[in-house]
């Protein structure tokens, strides 16, 4: 079997190369869980480094011994059923449980090495989470990083399916699926250029903040506090330039008249060189916004990630 199996999912080869956590895994949950991440035998078995046929006699081999079959097959692939939807969340907790063993085992050999998986939406990708991950790799420089960037959905998503050990969004709503390991107040700014109008006032209304053109994200939390804090006041609103990404809005507000809303920790290194100032905002909604860690309910977490997230609890309590 290739080494390279499960490897996309099931961490970097850093990891791999210590003890390969397939020995402790039944063969037939291996490619089980292959076939539901590619969609297909023949994606599944390409990616395993085995023949279709191996694939498909262990998947046959895991619904006999359960009595049921897991997947419909259809012409263009393979997708779960209700009982391979069970299966298939048993696998996942599985894996990860193995994995967090490992790290134990390394630990207990003095091998200062791991793997923290995370996903990010983009405010806290881009500046924030570079910083933190470079302040902790400078004392544990055996620990990697993988970060994808994501909307804030799709984090939720990855870490309740078990792609990523933590997500680090803002929390909008509960998810019974989900525990919040760390939460901290992050409010919205008024992000406007040092020369604007506004740009001395220690606090603005977000009505004050109407009169002037706005710069918007598409989709994103920040737009959606906006909505609800002008549906709430009777305020309306036009986008005289919108994006897709944050940072074109920022650059954007650095050449005009026009404001845009952001969170203080995606602001950090614009605020620090003065290409933009933030202005507090006096409205309730604007505020009720919160950073958030989130990691799936009821995991236990490898070393690595828990010492990471403490780090960022320890870095943000020290900023007050």
């Known amino acids: 079997m290739s080494r390279n199996a499960l490897q996309d999912d099931a961490g970097p080869p850093q990891m791999q190369s210590l003890i390969d956590p ?6 037939s949950l291996q490619y089980f869980l292959e076939v539901v991440r590619s969609g297909s035998v ?30 419909h097959r259809k012409a263009r692939g393979m997708e779960l059923n209700a009982a391979g939807e069970l ?9 990860l449980d193995i994995e967090r063993l490992l790290e134990e085992v390394y630990a207990l050999r003095g ?16 500046e924030f989470l570079p910083a933190m991950v470079a302040q902790f790799q400078a004392q544990k420089p055996g620990i990697v990083f993988a970060l994808q960037v994501c909307e804030q959905a799709e984090v939720v ?41 506004l740009a001395r006032r220690q606090q603005i209304t977000l ?26 006041q009777g305020l309306s609103y036009r986008a005289g330039f919108v994006a897709d990404h944050l940072y074109p809005l920022i650059n954007y507000v650095g050449h005009t008249e026009a404001i845009t809303f952001c969170g203080e920790l995606a602001l950090r290194q614009h605020l620090r060189t003065g290409v933009v100032c933030g202005i507090p ?6 505020n009720e916004r919160h950073f958030e860690v989130q990691t799936l309910a009821g995991r236990h977490l490898p070393e690595a990630a828990r010492a990471f997230i403490d780090h960022i609890r320890q870095m943000l309590a020290a900023e007050g």
Not at 178 to 192: E, Q
Not at 281 to 286: A, I, P, S, V
């Open 111 to 126: 091998v200062r090495k791991g793997h923290v998986r995370l996903a990010a939406t983009e405010g806290f990708a881009y």
């Open 281 to 286: 905002l006096r409205d309730r909604e604007m």
């Open 42 to 71: 023949t994606e599944a078995a390409a990616r395993l480094g085995v023949a279709p046929s191996a694939v498909s006699r262990q998947i046959a081999r895991l619904e006999r011994g359960l009595d049921t079959l897991l997947f």
């Open 22 to 27: 397939r020995l402790l895994q039944e063969v």
């Open 207 to 232: 009505a004050q903040a109407l009169a002037y053109p706005l710069a918007l994200p598409v989709s994103s939390t920040s737009r959606r506090l906006l909505d609800i804090s002008c549906s709430r």
């Open 87 to 95: 299966v298939a969340v048993h696998a996942q907790r599985a894996w």
């Open 157 to 197: 998503r990855r870490v309740r399916d078990g792609e990523v050990d933590a997500g680090i969004t803002v929390g909008m709503v509960s998810e019974s699926s989900l525990d919040v390991a760390l939460r901290h107040p992050s409010p919205l700014l008024a992000v406007v250029r040092p020369e604007h109008p």
